[in-house]
């Protein structure tokens, strides 16, 4: 992840429309670190959720309040115990986070208005103390006891935006600090929200790049293996992510909110801007249809008109449809293989295979060239031949494919690669 500037341009409608019916009328948790808040950025992220509410997407801005606790208590000269709601929050911290979240929380109802969104904020944290854990009192830090969907849910059906800040509430008029990214998930959870979508500082994404894409598995093994290296603001969020896809929210996002149109760009492009942990299947493989068929000749015509791939006709791919394979990214086709069967000499052509250009460089190609060896092996193959023209280097470097005669070809095969006139270098790998 990086501060650069989103390369998708969000303006492109005919993208955005692929998403819009997916996401009309879902909630969209959308939680705000407050230093972003405070960014220059954040008068663009209002704008950003009022495209979101322009194609009726529901949102519930839930918001942090850590950066403006610090300011305030540098201003009063205050020491305080704690900043996020996840440490102690004493008597004196708790003061300071009520005022400067309250504060917070008005300044985001009025440039929601100034993007003419109508807002509310609403107490619909019900909190109970942490209590004392590893023997220390944590006093005035509350945990999520639950949420007041019902409440959130009046004002999202009215067309308002709920404006959720991070204090919670008991039954006898208490009030808690409780942290925000926490919250985000349990709101998200009970409104059986589609996505929450952090948006975190610039400075927590200096020290590690992150994977634009992260099942809860790999999640919780890159928080085990590189939590050094990563900013305790990231590490909160994909902590929370994890947590939240396990509870069944199916996407979260974690962005820098500093960079202008990383949300939209997020949302409305097939491969983001941020990082996205996802708890169902994101990626899959799988067999074409019939329906699929004009997909695939759509997803290869730049490579044939390069000369790279063979042309292959409609009629020619339903002759051996079975052969043909698509990987697609959140249902949206971007690569493709096929795998043609010699059974009586024991081989299998790698064939067909290609990566759109918006998504080279994402582990596509290898993983389709994985899956298909793995195929032919559970069909019993001994080898797997190739044909190419310009992709040779690539498979002999990431598949294993080395360079062999023509002869090791199938009659059949053989006698097509010889009529072509492409002159194509010819490629194989023996199968254990």
């Given at each position: 992840?990086?501060?650069?500037?989103?390369?998708?341009?969000?303006?492109?409608?005919?993208?955005?429309?692929?998403?819009?019916?997916?996401?009309?009328?879902?909630?969209?948790?959308?939680?705000?670190?407050?230093?972003?808040?405070?960014?220059?950025?954040?008068?663009?992220?209002?704008?950003?959720?009022a495209v979101l509410r322009s194609l009726s997407v529901k949102v519930v801005l839930v918001h942090g309040a850590?950066?403006?606790?610090?300011?305030?208590?540098?201003?009063?000269?205050?020491?305080?115990?704690?900043?996020?709601?996840?440490?102690?929050?004493?008597?004196?911290?708790?003061?300071?986070?009520?005022?400067?979240?309250?504060?917070?929380?008005?300044?985001?109802?009025?440039?929601?208005?100034?993007?003419?969104?109508?807002?509310?904020?609403?107490?619909?944290?019900?909190?109970?103390?942490?209590?004392?854990?590893?023997?220390?009192?944590?006093?005035?830090?509350?945990?999520?006891?639950?949420?007041?969907?019902?409440?959130?849910?009046?004002?999202?059906?009215?067309?308002?935006?709920?404006?959720?800040?991070?204090?919670?509430?008991?039954?006898?008029?208490?009030?808690?600090?409780?942290?925000?990214?926490?919250?985000?998930?349990?709101?998200?959870?009970?409104?059986?929200?589609?996505?929450?979508?952090?948006?975190?500082?610039?400075?927590?994404?200096?020290?590690?790049?992150?994977?634009?894409?992260?099942?809860?598995?790999?999640?919780?093994?890159?928080?085990?293996?590189?939590?050094?290296?990563?900013?305790?603001?990231?590490?909160s969020k994909l902590e929370c992510a994890a947590r939240a896809c396990g509870q069944g929210v199916p996407r979260?996002?974690?962005?820098?909110?500093?960079?202008?149109?990383?949300?939209?760009?997020?949302?409305?492009?097939?491969?983001?801007?941020?990082?996205?942990?996802?708890?169902?299947?994101?990626?899959?493989?799988?067999?074409?249809?019939?329906?699929?068929?004009?997909?695939?000749?759509?997803?290869?015509?730049?490579?044939?008109?390069?000369?790279?791939?063979?042309?292959?006709?409609?009629?020619?791919?339903?002759?051996?449809?079975?052969?043909?394979?698509?990987?697609?990214?959140?249902?949206?086709p971007v690569a493709c293989v096929a795998l043609h069967l010699y059974p009586q000499e024991a081989s299998g052509?790698?064939?067909?295979?290609?990566?759109?250009?918006?998504?080279?460089?994402?582990?596509?190609?290898?993983?389709?060239?994985?899956?298909?060896?793995?195929?032919?092996?559970?069909?019993?193959?001994?080898?797997?031949?190739?044909?190419?023209?310009?992709?040779?280097?690539?498979?002999?470097?990431?598949?294993?494919?080395?360079?062999?005669?023509?002869?090791?070809?199938?009659?059949?095969?053989?006698?097509?690669?010889?009529?072509?006139?492409?002159?194509?270098?010819?490629?194989?790998?023996?199968?254990?």
């Open positions: 992840m990086t501060n650069d500037r989103p390369v998708v341009n969000v303006s492109d409608l005919r993208e955005i429309l692929q998403y819009v019916p997916r996401f009309r009328e879902r909630v969209f948790v959308v939680a705000v670190d407050g230093e972003v808040a405070a960014s220059e950025n954040f008068a663009n992220v209002l704008l950003d959720l850590s950066h403006q606790v610090v300011e305030l208590a540098r201003e009063r000269g205050v020491a305080l115990t704690n900043s996020d709601g996840t440490g102690v929050t004493d008597e004196a911290t708790l003061e300071l986070s009520i005022m400067a979240a309250i504060r917070l929380t008005n300044q985001m109802m009025e440039g929601l208005s100034a993007v003419d969104l109508r807002a509310a904020y609403i107490n619909a944290i019900i909190a109970h103390p942490a209590g004392i854990l590893g023997g220390q009192d944590f006093q005035y830090t509350g945990r999520v006891e639950r949420v007041d969907a019902k409440a959130l849910r009046l004002l999202l059906d009215e067309g308002i935006v709920p404006v959720v800040p991070p204090l919670g509430f008991d039954g006898e008029g208490r009030t808690y600090r409780v942290n925000s990214d926490a919250a985000a998930v349990e709101v998200a959870e009970e409104l059986s929200a589609a996505k929450i979508i952090y948006l975190a500082p610039a400075a927590a994404f200096s020290a590690k790049t992150l994977p634009r894409q992260l099942s809860v598995t790999e999640t919780q093994e890159l928080l085990k293996k590189s939590r050094g290296d990563l900013s305790p603001s990231v590490v979260v996002h974690v962005l820098n909110g500093a960079v202008n149109e990383a949300l939209l760009t997020e949302i409305f492009s097939h491969e983001g801007f941020g990082t996205m942990v996802y708890s169902n299947e994101y990626q899959q493989i799988r067999r074409i249809f019939k329906k699929d068929v004009r997909a695939v000749i759509s997803l290869i015509r730049q490579s044939v008109q390069g000369e790279e791939l063979v042309r292959r006709t409609r009629a020619e791919i339903l002759e051996h449809l079975e052969d043909y394979w698509l990987l697609e990214v959140d249902k949206t052509e790698l064939a067909c295979l290609y990566v759109s250009k918006a998504h080279e460089n994402q582990g596509y190609g290898r993983k389709l060239m994985a899956f298909v060896e793995n195929l032919a092996k559970e069909k019993g193959l001994k080898r797997l031949f190739a044909l190419s023209t310009q992709a040779f280097n690539y498979l002999q470097q990431k598949g294993g494919f080395s360079e062999v005669s023509a002869e090791i070809l199938p009659a059949e095969r053989r006698g097509k690669y010889e009529a072509s006139g492409r002159n194509s270098k010819v490629l194989a790998k023996t199968l254990p």
